[in-house]
């Protein structure tokens, strides 16, 4: 990890998570258009259809489309057709709406104080998300933004993890070798071997602590992101150096 100069960050459900589940939120704009479905159902039939889809990678407007495909699938799921909604687009697009406001999200406890701890030692950070545009403005709302110099989202780079080419592209983006590279999410494949692939350097954050899954070196496993200053203790080499270099 001595190398490394700049530390990009996976976002949902690494840095931010719904204030309640996705399924609360399609049923409440969903009854708005006469559809009731359980919460709990929707949850199961989103979670189906949403690990069976390929990830967002399109650029642009795409990202909307790919979002209608993904409810309408969710919906069909539980038995319900677009006809069902009477004007299907338009429910879309209040729900698209909807999953973009401020209070929509909540910022993890461990998420500020690691940031700012690692903003203190002068590394460089990015945001690096299957997300569509709406992440610029939902970090900005929660204030987030402050700590990265670039959020970067998987519909403006035409790549999405855990392809490498994604890690690629970062790199590129960033103007750094794949091995300056820190990449921290919670998804084990799309974050820790995706990145790994591309010869970044990986930490895998497992919030619930199941050992559900075995990184190469365990010593890559966080529970908790405030963990991270073990791993860059506070006399840092590089900051160090900076500092003392005109002495």
């Known amino acids: 990890m001595k190398d490394i100069e700049l530390i990009s ?24 258009y006469g559809v009731i479905a359980e919460v709990e159902e929707i949850n199961k039939s989103f979670k189906q259809v949403f690990a069976s889809t ?9 990202g909307f489309t790919w979002w209608t495909k993904v409810i309408a699938q969710t919906f069909a799921g539980l038995g319900f057709s677009e006809k069902d909604f009477g004007d299907f687009e338009n429910f879309v697009s209040e729900l698209y709406a909807e999953l ?8 993890y406890p461990d ?19 299957n997300f569509d545009e709406r ?3 939902i970090l900005h ?19 999405a993890k855990p392809d490498p080419k994604a890690f690629l592209k970062l790199a590129e983006i960033v103007n750094l070798k794949p091995q300056k590279i820190l990449h921290i999410g919670d998804g084990f494949e799309n974050d820790y071997l995706g990145s790994l692939r591309a010869d970044f350097k990986a930490l895998y954050l497992n ?23 073990e791993i860059f203790p506070k006399i840092n080499i590089r900051k160090h150096y900076k500092n003392t270099r005109n002495y």
């Open 141 to 159: 709302d929660l204030n987030l933004n402050i700590y990265f110099e670039q959020i970067i989202c998987s519909t403006q780079i035409g790549y």
């Open 100 to 107: 973009e406001k401020e209070n929509a999200w909540v910022v």
């Open 54 to 62: 390929a990830p967002l990678n399109e650029q642009g407007q795409k």
């Open 111 to 129: 998420v500020e104080p690691c940031l700012k701890y690692l903003q203190s030692l002068d590394f460089r950070m990015v945001v690096f998300s």
């Open 207 to 229: 919030r619930s602590g199941l050992k559900i899954y075995k990184p190469l070196n365990p010593k890559n496993e966080l529970n908790h992101l405030t963990e991270i200053e």
């Open 9 to 32: 960050f996976d976002a949902a459900d690494t840095l931010i998570k719904l204030a309640v589940s996705i399924g609360d939120h399609y049923a409440y704009v969903a009854g708005r």
């Open 135 to 137: 992440l610029i403005k």
